[in-house]
């Protein structure tokens, strides 16, 4: 193992260490604590984080875009550079492979840090918006009105334990707000210690390189409830990443929104993901489809937030042969959980579900080890998913619960039961019915974030288009996505002026357009001068 | 007075009337009751009321721009068809003048209608993406990936009492839900109920006459603690739009945090509007500054989101001259206010100001009449206002609150004790000293949605590039806009469509971009086809 690190807080540029309550990480694999011994923040840090974070705002919310692209690259290179120790830490603090699992996630993880680098030097992502003066209109002059969006101030994340590096200590939330300009202080997740101060030692020397404010960039570890909490509440902070469970992310929306000044928290708490196969498809596709779908609910042993653990299929012909090869697929699999306490909560909510009425179990493995376990798979009818709160909770882990339905009608009934979702998935086939394709389209998108089509969702393209959010309690907010470019509109705010003098103006709005970016002029997108 | 009044609510196209707390508007200017007998609605009413957006939410969502377009063009055709009788109540029951004022807010109403079927018309605000597919990328094919805007479903407007047109049940907040394709149910201020009912009528033939379902726009009249909270609270409602006053906008805030699945409740609620005025600028433009602020402080009876209230002017020569100048103007001016509570409240909260050691008071007029009062002028120094709390509370009427500070260290802390504002304002002139400019013009850019230069902040003009928000306490999210284009993204969320055949698209993201729309296609902003 590692002999480099400290155990501590990275916090206005020093590695500190304090007293609190003590933790390590477990290697999932084995049951073994790793060596070093990390405490929760203190108070005293906690307020020193935040303070420094606010400081350093004041210098990085003008920084030149080319500052922060070059940061952002500067960190993916340094990411990179932290090479096999950073592979195999956050592999033995998280039980996933470091091959192809965590290779594919360190390079995603190096992509988006690069695709938010080409946003901001690119610029037009401050939706910049010009309406020129009138001076002679009646019966009042028309004002020169300009605005664009600027940073917001301190960001916290809470970086998430199903992927270490991509939605970690600098993941997608981290990224895009640091691209908007906002210092951000990383909650550590508990379960990965060891990973966030190799990937915050990155940044450190990313920091450095690009000279800028050490503080722009900070990590605490400790307890959500604790360290997380002060967080959240504390004045200066000014919004909140999230990704994790829907107990752990309301807790912090609570919170926030008690607060004397509410702030948002941009919470991704899973969901279930429906995946719906239409008759035609069962009956053309049986084979390939389950091939499919016994991959998606056991990629990353079935932690990933996208899994489509709630399978409405239609009851035809071939649908118990459906079943049988998806089961067979699934029967003997093995597989190492993120954590005991992951592994101990999914066994015991599918368990439960098979304890229930006319639900009825096809694989059904025991655990074994530190946090191993196997694949499930669960089948009941509509009546009983109708009628049955328990079986809409997330079971996070490779679970699998199909629900037969007869008629378009109890499709519909099935997709009004789900309330909020990040993905819905329509498996389809030219001979099904058109207009039955056309409504459960219609009802996916009225209840997800993302619409798929003959496919699975748990790959989640980082680029322009994706949407990683979705109604409650897929997110806190709808409005926003977590993945792609779009993730950093959460970290800015639109800041207008009126009648400015040029040179007063953010470069951004200026006459001549300095910076070559599409702006909205007098209702004209245009890269023109204004 | 109008006989064309019922008194009800007009729920899924009719209007009905209730038994429950009968309320009347008042005549501000005379303190009489106007005939009418209005009542708050009723539980069963309410429920009805949402179950009828829901409803009409399934057609609403998918309504072709062309359609929402008309309907906005005609609510704005038949609210001037409504003619006098429509100015005629609005002024009765909120004691502002037909001419100019209501003639200039019902053009006012009608523009921002006429401009948001302008823009989904227009249709690029659907912010379109679409990323390419590449089924020969490796590790994984890459999909194809589109996304865009869509509506959210039913959103409740509270309209405000302040602007009983154009923030009223047909105001900004309205026509920005109703283009995004959402229901709307108005909760109807209790000060003009009648206004209220005369525009609902001018919705409900605009609506028959574009053969559109009659709960795209419902009416309930009541009590915002008993009708609002039950709207806010409704499981079927997800979000509101809400312009008043900070305790009951975060009222409203705080009820939809605790809903099971939390909603976004979009509140504007007023603010401090610091506007101060730098040294030279005071020696240069006396006059003309004591003349544009004396009308700035009672336009509208001083009953402005945007009044700038508090006034952070340079100690130098002149500023004696500028106060005795201000204060010559106000004194003896005469105000019937919206309502006579809010007469009251603005009246005692100003006199409590007055009882603050170190406040000086220049003009401080007696109430008079149902709701009458004058303008009040108040000054005090840098240290009372950093100590004293109270002076940070919004009073709101035709009243200026004068901090006069001596450097620019005490305008920095003055600035840091203004949390968040819709609007600040610099007056300066090209002989102050322009590393103070630059440093009052950046803090500014910290706290308020909008930062005027040498100007008044009470013209909101409706355009694209307004900002008509601001961090907390000025609204309850400074992420997003209530005037302008801009504020229909408050009423939309982005849907994402991977791998999905033409056909099943959405028109705004098809191959051949049939409505010619602006989107990003792998990163790049372009008209062209896909």
Known sequence: ??????????????????????????????????????????????????????????????????????????????????????LQMASHESGLPVQPRLMGERARTCGQLRLFAALVKEGDWVDARIDRPDPARTPLPKPDVRSALEAIGPVVVFDASNFPLAFGACGGDTASALAAGNPVIIKGHTAHPGTNELVTQAVQKALEKCNLPASFFQLLQGSGSTVGSALVIDPRIKAVGFTGSLSG????????????????????MGSLNPLVILPKAIENKTTQIAEGLAGALTLGAGQFCTRPGLIFAANCAATDSLITQIAQKLAGQKFCMLTPGIRDHFNSIVEQFATINSVKVHV??????????????????????????????????PSGLIVRFDS???????????????????HHDAADDTVEVAAAFSQAAQIAGRVISNGYPTGVEVCHAMVHGGPYPATSHSGFTSVGTGAIRRFARPVCYQNLPDTLLPETLRDLNPRKIFRLVDGQYTQNHS
Chains 1, 2 share one sequence.
């Not at 203190?42 to 990085?60: G, V």
């Not at 340094?78 to 090479?83: D, K, S």
């Not at 059904?364 to 196997?374: C, F, I, L, V």
Request: glycine letters at 8%; hydrophobic letters at 40%.
């Open 1 to 86: 193992m590692s002999t480099t690190l400290c155990g501590g807080h990275f916090i206005n540029g020093q590695w500190m260490t304090s007293e609190g309550k003590p933790f390590q990480s477990i290697n999932p694999q084995t049951g073994e604590k790793l060596p070093t011994v990390f405490h929760g923040a203190n108070p005293e840090q906690i307020a020193q984080a935040c303070e420094s974070a606010q400081i350093a705002f004041s210098k990085t919310r003008q920084l030149p875009p080319t500052q922060i692209a070059q940061l952002l690259e500067q960190i993916a290179t340094e990411i990179e550079a932290a090479g096999d120790e950073l």
């Open 249 to 268: 992310g309301r807790a912090l929306f609570d919170l926030a929104a008690k607060r004397p000044d509410p702030i948002p928290v941009y919470a991704e």
């Open 364 to 397: 059904a493995p025991e655990k074994s080890g530190a946090a191993g376990t196997g694949a499930f798979l669960l089948e009941t009818d509509v009546k009983t998913f109708l009628t049955s709160p328990a079986l809409q909770e997330e079971a996070f882990g």
């Open 408 to 426: 378009i009608h109890d499709l519909s009934s099935l997709f009004t039961l789900v309330k909020g979702t990040l993905t819905a998935t329509i």
